[in-house]
């Protein structure tokens, strides 16, 4: 076939996707061109069903603000807000006005300054622990899918037991243990949120494995090394990163549950510390609304937010969901 | 495969699952950086080399480290673990035997109640699947998720027991019952009540959503079977198919799943009991990281440990019970 022609331009876009009829493909260079093609248009394919899905387009657009809120934090409210000495604090305990549109906490801080800087973070938390907990479950449920036999069973066993070991309980005596840091935090969410996404990964890890291209390059003499991470990687990412997206709501949860329960770095304001904060000074009982929802709220447009692209991922990118 | 291997099987599983939560449990304090009598000393007006010493042969740390584990292994069994440091001069078992009933109670009643209610949303939601009603369960579900339990505590507590705006102060704003009132008979009973009651509300509330989506997915899964069909070509009414054909069969799957969930209804229970200072084993949790009382801490995370793979085995044979497939499978 030579250039120009269409005839046999076979894409394997799901029915009822249509792709637009770019420029016809070119002569083949090298594989990895090919691979790094086939790539682009599958994730063209992913975006053109994911922005019919509603739900997920409303959690990223959600996502994207907050994202934006951490980003630009210094010029949406000045760092020095959060310094309790600050002399542009207010009156200590006054409601929502023009000056302080969240109104002030104890110290005469900007509750808003604090929820601003808070997304910065609670995000960081979310992303950071959520990337250890993506790279030990990845790990260990491919392994344990490739390999099968002991590897298996000993990696499984010990999936099974993370999992029914309580996470709160767990984390808890983790940071208990290590003290209260940022870092120590981070950790204890990535080492208790790994098994599930070790058990979807593993599943897929089964069904890919004895898929002919894998067959086949093995018997081309291919190193396991080469088959895991050139053959079976790349076709279990898509799930990861569906699992992922789901698993920073949780780790953002779990960071402002630690932080209430006193747990987290009192230097580095999240919105956890926010509530621990404002909880412990009595806000609660003293009626101080205003410093109770906004971090709250923050917290549940977030794990909405993620949630939803999760679940609109998930259900392109999953095969037992698509099906349906 | 018998119905004996199988139970078998599962309580071996169990009892390595213990064992293993056990050897995590007595390596957590040891392995870890530094010394663990440093540890238990940090931050107290009691740490200086003497006091040191001396924690370090109270708690057998001179000691090698295989004798330490049989040590604790025995202790262990015999459910001594130790001192509190921080309410002194009381075993950590006779801390927590005091503070396990307002718990059992608090988890148990919200539990049942979360669960029925929880059943019976999933239920309709997933035999009309699709509407009104199942979109809006679908969005409570998924807006409760969302939503951290502290937090919903908190914002009841200031509604209810603090009192804002509009919302009238009409419950007490935390505790067991009201403290130095010798009240007896019905009076202490209402007075346990409503202080139960707020706590009580949250975690139902908190927790009805996922049963709810539970029991709709088994709902609908169930719906799609042959047998259903059959049923309805017979000429059965549509009420009589969910009543005797479709509820039954989808609520084997779900009651072993409410008895898996205990896990996540105890870290629940920790950050209520604390919003409500509810004097329970998640308050005395809460006060135990304040205090830095690691023996307590190790006591109480051993038994919400124990209690969830406790409850795993139940599931597990309960279900073999109800579904003789699981058996032979």
Redesign the interface.
């Known amino acids: 076939m030579r250039p120009g022609e269409t005839f046999g331009h076979v894409t394997d876009a799901p029915i009822g996707v249509e792709l637009e009829p770019g420029p016809p493909p070119e002569i083949p260079r090298s594989p990895r061109a090919i691979a790094w093609t086939r790539r682009r248009l599958s994730a063209r394919r992913v975006w053109i069903l994911y922005r019919k899905n509603a739900m997920g387009m409303i959690g990223l657009i959600t996502l994207i603000f907050f994202i934006a809120v951490a980003v630009f934090a210094p010029l949406i409210a000045p760092k020095e807000g959060l310094e309790a000495t600050c002399p542009c604090n207010g009156t200590p305990f006054s409601p929502p006005s023009w000056g302080f549109p969240f109104g002030t906490d104890n110290f005469g801080r900007s509750v808003f300054t604090l929820t601003v800087w808070g997304t910065r973070i609670s995000l960081l938390v979310g992303l950071l622990a959520t990337a250890i907990s993506m790279l030990i479950g990845s790990v260990i449920g491919i392994v344990a899918g490739y390999y099968g036999r002991w590897p298996e069973s000993v990696l499984m066993r010990l999936t099974d037991w993370f999992l029914v070991i309580p996470f709160l309980p767990l984390a808890i005596v983790l940071a208990a243990v290590l003290g209260r840091s940022l870092t120590v935090i981070i950790f204890v969410i990535g080492v208790t949120t790994w098994p599930s996404t070790a058990r979807i990964i593993r599943a897929q890890v089964l069904s890919v494995k004895t898929r002919p291209y894998v067959e086949r390059s093995r018997a081309l003499g291919s190193s396991s090394w080469h088959l895991t991470t050139r053959h079976i990687l790349p076709n279990v990412a898509p799930l990861i990163f569906a699992n992922t997206i789901l698993t920073v709501a949780i780790a953002i949860l779990s960071e402002s549950t630690l932080a209430f329960l006193g747990l987290g770095d009192p230097l580095s304001i999240s919105w956890g510390t926010i509530l621990d904060f404002a909880f412990g000074a009595g806000a609660a009982g003293a009626g101080q609304w205003w410093w109770l929802i906004p971090p709250g709220l923050a917290i549940v447009f977030v794990v909405l937010a993620f949630t939803l692209c999760g679940f609109a991922l998930d259900e392109i990118l999953n095969p037992k969901l698509r099906e349906r | 495969m018998g119905t004996r291997r199988y139970i078998l099987g599962k309580v071996a599983q169990a009892v390595l ?1 213990l064992a ?2 056990m050897v ?1 449990n007595f390596f ?2 040891r392995v ?1 950086p530094g010394d663990p009598a440093a ?1 238990l000393l940090r931050g107290t007006t009691a740490f200086n080399p003497e006091n040191l010493e001396e924690v370090r042969s109270d708690l057998g740390l001179d000691k090698p480290l295989p004798q330490q584990f049989l040590t604790y292994v025995t202790d262990t069994a015999r459910f001594e673990f130790g001192e509190s440091f921080y309410l002194r001069g009381a075993t950590v078992s006779e801390v927590i035997g005091d503070r396990i009933w307002p718990t059992i109670l608090l988890l148990g009643t919200s539990t049942i109640a979360s669960a029925i209610i929880g059943l019976i949303i999933g239920i309709y939601g997933g035999w009309r699947h699709g509407s009104k009603f199942d979109v809006g369960s679908l969005s409570f579900t ?2 409760v ?4 339990e ?2 919903f505590g ?2 009841v ?2 509604a209810f ?5 509009p919302f009238p102060a009409i419950f007490p ?1 935390g505790g067991y019952e009201t403290p130095g009132a010798d009240l007896s008979g019905w009076a202490h009973v209402t007075d346990i009540l409503n202080h139960l009651f707020l706590p009580w509300m949250v975690l139902t509330i908190a927790y009805l959503g996922q049963y709810a989506l539970i029991m709709r997915n088994s709902v609908i899964d169930v719906m799609n079977d042959d047998f259903v069909q059959t049923a309805r070509a017979k000429g059965v009414r549509e009420k009589q198919v969910l009543r005797h054909h479709v509820v039954p069969n989808a609520l084997l799957p779900t009651m072993t799943l409410i008895l898996l969930s ?3 209804i ?2 629940g229970a ?2 209520i009991e ?2 409500f200072s509810y004097p329970g084993l998640g308050l005395l ?2 006060q ?3 205090a ?1 009382d ?1 023996p307590l ?2 006591g ?2 051993l038994l ?2 124990a209690a ?2 406790i409850a ?1 085995l139940i599931a597990d044979v309960l279900y073999s019970y109800l579904d003789p497939r699981v058996r032979a499978a």
């Open positions: 699952t293993f939560v995590f957590l304090f870890l540890l998924l807006f998720y969302a939503m951290p502290f937090w908190i914002l507590l200031m027991a603090g009192g804002v705006g704003t205990l896990g996540f105890f870290g920790i950050t604390y919003v949790t809460v135990a990281i304040d830095k690691f801490l190790q109480l995370f919400f440990s969830v793979i795993n």
